[in-house]
């Protein structure tokens, strides 16, 4: 018996060494300033940083994409502009809800903290389940087959490119970013800085030539503006989930509460002068692509920005597509770049495969979250085209978005001993969990489709995990999972967040 226990002993010192020497490829004195870049110091955003991340995470892809379904679903030119301005102020509604939340919950993760505060933990691990799987792969598919249209749209003049050109050309941007963000922080970052000032320059591009063209008197596309418009529950609810993709973003800065300067001026003002910025901006392109374009010539485009600039900018029409796939990339990759949190934060909660929120000891970057994003973005490439993911991206995202503003009004009755440095009037969130309602149920009761349903099915699935893997906390996928991360550790040199940290 003595030789047993010793024998057991010995193994189990033997597996505490293999596991030490797993995780500690780095050495023990850690350069601090390196972690800095993965995990910023608190405090290190303020008001003007604030209002250019809002503005670079939302005008993305969407603007180049979304005006030809919303034109398609609202009919003319007048309902069509009444949209983008309608999204916008729903937009900025939702952001404003997100600013009582993030001063009142000052935890990054966005969603996440405020539905494990208002519901408890089921609704924040559906949500932190639909997120890893639907909401944020798909936002990275989509904007990567947007840039493969638009990269590609020069090279077949006046057809459509073929779909196997646009989907092999996403899943090349998808690996070549994930491989960007998985290898360095600073390279990264540095690729952002650059793609924001790009996209900057080509919506300035076409915002100054729709004004002078307005000022030159094209405004005969104008005229009628509400004719042949279409109203209905479902045309409109399309149209607004193709909308406010393009606003997609607007609740980003609550991802990083913690690392706000003085969050609780900085937070709203940002969202109060940021997201109506975008909004204008929005509302001038529109104007802009229908100074040249009719509504019947804007939906047989193939890329609405290409043929602006073939119209107006001959001979240097080249410049929007090069300038548009550069906007599409830089939206790309600052969703990669923002992939690791809400998976850190799930797995800091257990909620989530523990590898998937370690980072890389020499790299400090979060390449296991990163590559997995990456690996699911190029699924749901291969059966996708723009509108349907678009489509089914809204309808999961505005269920919780819905949730979560729901939240704030539910902890104003039941959490009031929480401390609301902003506090917004309460028909604010009212309406927009009103919207949020009509968004999710319009197009399921007037035009039913398959996809809703797999969708809600999908979620509801997370359930049964929950119940298996948190609530019960079964062993044995605790034993396939162990070897399996150990051996992970090893390939990709990753460890738990906080040794590093340590």
């Not at 797999?454 to 162990?482: D, E, T």
Request: charged letters at 15%; glycine letters at 6%; one cysteine or more.
């Amino acid at each position: 018996m003595g030789e047993e226990s010793l024998r057991k002993r010995k193994g189990e010192d033997k597996g505490k060494e293999d596991e030490q020497s797993i995780q500690s490829h780095e050495p023990q004195t850690m350069n601090l300033q390196k972690q800095a870049k993965f995990f910023p110091s608190p405090s290190s955003v303020g008001l003007i940083s604030g209002i250019c991340m809002i503005v670079g995470t939302i005008i993305g892809s969407g603007i180049f994409v979304s005006p030809k379904s919303v034109l398609a679903n609202a009919g003319a030119v007048g309902p069509c502009l009444t949209i983008w301005a309608a999204c916008g102020i729903l937009a900025t509604l939702g952001a404003l809800c997100f600013a009582e939340l993030g001063t009142m919950i000052t935890k990054s993760g966005g969603e996440y903290p405020y539905l494990m505060e208002a519901f408890g933990p089921i609704p924040a691990f559906l949500f932190s389940w639909t997120s890893l799987l639907v909401t944020k792969p798909s936002s990275f598919a989509i904007i990567c087959l947007s840039f493969a249209k638009y990269a590609s749209a020069p090279f077949y003049p006046g057809c459509d490119p073929p779909q196997v050109v646009i989907k092999c050309l996403a899943a090349a941007a998808i690996v070549v970013i994930t491989i960007v963000n998985s290898l360095s922080v600073k390279l990264g970052s540095y690729l952002q800085n650059f793609l924001t000032a790009a996209k900057m320059i080509i919506v300035t591009i076409i915002i100054v030539s729709g004004i002078v063209l307005l000022a030159q008197g094209k405004s005969e596309n104008f005229k009628d503006s509400f004719k042949d418009s279409k109203i209905s529950v479902s045309s409109i609810s399309l149209a607004f989930y193709n909308g406010l993709w393009a606003y997609d973003g607007w609740n980003q800065l609550n991802y990083i509460t913690e690392e706000l300067k003085n969050p609780y001026r900085n937070l709203p003002l940002s969202i109060i002068i940021g997201i109506p910025l975008v909004t204008v901006s929005y509302i001038l392109i529109n104007i802009s692509y229908f100074t040249v374009m009719t509504s019947t010539e804007l939906l047989q485009s193939q890329a609405v920005a290409v043929t602006f600039g073939d119209r107006v900018l001959y001979p240097a029409s080249w410049i929007v597509p090069l300038f548009v796939v550069f906007s599409t990339i830089g939206s790309a990759n600052g969703t990669c770049f923002t992939a690791g949190r809400l998976v850190y934060v799930a797995g800091r909660e257990g909620h989530m495969l523990k590898v998937l929120s370690y980072i890389s000891v020499k790299r400090l970057t979060p390449a296991p979250a990163i590559m997995f994003y990456g690996a699911i973005a190029i699924i749901y490439i291969i059966p996708g085209d723009i509108d349907t993911l678009i489509n089914y991206f809204s309808f999961a995202v505005w269920i919780f978005y819905g949730l979560t503003v729901l939240a704030l009004i539910v902890m104003r009755f039941t959490r009031k001993e929480l401390r609301r440095p902003i506090k917004i009037p309460i028909i604010i969130p009212v309406i927009v969990t009103l919207v949020s309602i009509l968004l999710v149920l319009a197009p399921i009761i007037s035009a039913p489709e398959l996809a809703y349903l797999y969708c809600v099915l999908f979620i509801l699935s997370g359930l049964v995990f929950y119940v298996l893997f948190v609530h019960f906390k079964f062993n044995w996928p605790q034993k396939i999972a162990k070897p399996i991360t150990m051996h992970l550790q090893m390939l990709l040199e990753v460890v738990p967040a906080e040794e590093v940290i340590e």
